[in-house]
């Protein structure tokens, strides 16, 4: 959860309250606990298929059809709500931790935690999106792309993939076990039967 790195107004955003924002039934910063009716200026992505918009629908709401405040701005990608949210005092928006902190904003704890690594590993920061890596399944008969997979598999993989701002999945068990809603839960388990092959897993 992102906004402007000035903005001091509240000192952390809970589940629930974001949930109320989304919906357009909280529309002041005062109903997030500041001090003052300034308005929330809400930004979320295009349609409801994008990786932060589906998984929020998944994770906050369980519902893949929910739908955002009508009083939103909408923006054709995450760079472009982390662009705005970094001009405008009273943004508030969500976007991934690997590219977020990168900008010149602030990331809001959820529910008093901070989005950082070693909370995603305890499994305390519990929104988050699986990124996959995905190959036909005779990749591993193409030497140079067999190798890529193995490299990814490794341990210096898995350590440029942390560098990068995303937990391996590996490090992010604990988080399917809590934090995951159970349409999130049902996407996976259609992504394994499918058979897609998934070399690797990460979140963010």
Do not use: C
């Amino acid at each position: 959860v992102i906004a402007h790195k000035d903005n001091q107004m509240v000192s952390s955003i809970s589940r629930e309250q974001l949930k109320a924002v989304l919906r357009g039934e909280i529309t002041t910063w005062r109903g997030l606990g500041a001090d003052n009716d300034q308005p929330i200026n809400l930004y979320i992505r295009q349609g409801t298929i994008s990786g932060v918009g589906l998984t929020l629908r998944q994770q906050l709401f369980d519902n893949v059809n929910e739908q955002f405040s009508a009083k939103a701005t909408v923006l054709a990608s995450s760079g472009k709500i982390e662009q705005a949210v970094e001009q405008d005092p009273l943004a508030l928006a969500v976007s991934g931790i690997s590219s977020s902190r990168h900008r010149d904003l602030r990331m809001l704890p959820l529910d008093a935690v901070e989005p950082t690594m070693e909370n995603m590993k305890k499994g305390e920061y519990v929104l988050y999106r699986l990124l996959f890596l995905v190959a036909p399944a005779k990749v591993m008969e193409q030497p140079e792309s067999a190798a890529f997979v193995r490299f990814a598999q490794s341990a210096e993989g898995t350590t440029i993939i942390e560098k990068a701002g995303t937990l391996p999945y590996r490090y992010g068990l604990r988080l399917l076990s809590g934090g995951a809603s159970p349409d999130y839960l049902h996407n996976l388990e259609v992504i394994e039967q499918s058979g897609l092959y998934s070399p690797f897993l990460g979140a963010e």
